[in-house]
T-cell receptor, first 110, second 113 residues
């Protein structure tokens, strides 16, 4: 089993839609979780950290479910500028190695 | 302040040649990571340095790949006897400590002809 697995894409949604991505992880001892955004031919950039109690940043909501070992990202009122690949990142091992999911590609259409 | 700096930004090399890729992390960051990303693919973990601990080399795809981090700062990823399948973008990231958010450099695009 892969350490981090993401929903396969692509997701094609109209502007204004709500879209959710999930990411499962295999190591129950994982402590740190993040969502990154990667635009075409650019480096990944931090979108938001994921906290145990869940957290929100504007139109974006991140949640962690430790019992089922997954994290989620919800995007409300999608904008054209949200089109990108979204990567989940999970720490593994005692040294907090960081592993990325394969990424989910989102395209928001007018 | 300065972010993560990688050089060169692009490298074209002939099959069989050795290449060295450099990463200069954010000052004070103790954790440094190397990833590889092929076109349209996700980030493949290569190696992780954390402070003075032994690096996690579990992601290095073959013994042609090696990396070092001198003085806890600059890191060099070396690929010996390059093959065409080594063509990819090599991304370096650093964080203030293991488990903290990663900050990426712009990457080195390696093309092996």
């Amino acid at each position: 089993r892969k350490e981090v697995e993401q929903d396969p894409g692509p997701f094609n949604v109209p502007e204004g839609a709500t879209v959710a991505f999930n990411c499962t992880y295999s190591n129950s001892a994982s402590q740190s979780f993040f969502w990154y955004r990667q635009d075409c031919r650019k480096e990944p950039k931090l979108l938001m950290s994921v906290y145990s109690s869940g957290n929100e940043d504007g139109r974006f909501t991140a949640q962690l479910n430790r019992a089922s070992q997954y994290i989620s990202l919800l995007i409300r009122d999608s904008k054209l500028s949200d089109s990108a690949t979204y990567l989940c990142v999970v720490s593994v091992g005692g040294n907090n190695d960081m592993r990325f999911g394969a990424g989910t590609r989102l395209t928001v259409k007018p | 302040g300065a972010g993560v700096s990688q050089s060169p930004s692009n490298k074209v090399t002939e099959k069989g040649k050795d290449v060295e890729l450099r990463c200069d992390p954010i000052s004070g960051h103790t954790a440094l990571y190397w990833y590889r990303q092929s076109l349209g693919q996700g980030l493949e973990f290569l190696i992780y340095f954390q402070g003075n601990s032994a690096p996690d080399k579990s992601g290095l795809p073959s013994d042609r790949f090696s990396a070092e981090r001198t003085g806890g700062s600059v890191s060099t990823l070396t690929i010996q006897r390059t093959q065409q399948e080594d063509s990819a973008v090599y991304l370096c990231a650093s964080s203030s400590q293991g488990g903290s958010p990663l900050h990426f450099g712009n990457g080195t695009r390696l093309t092996v002809t």
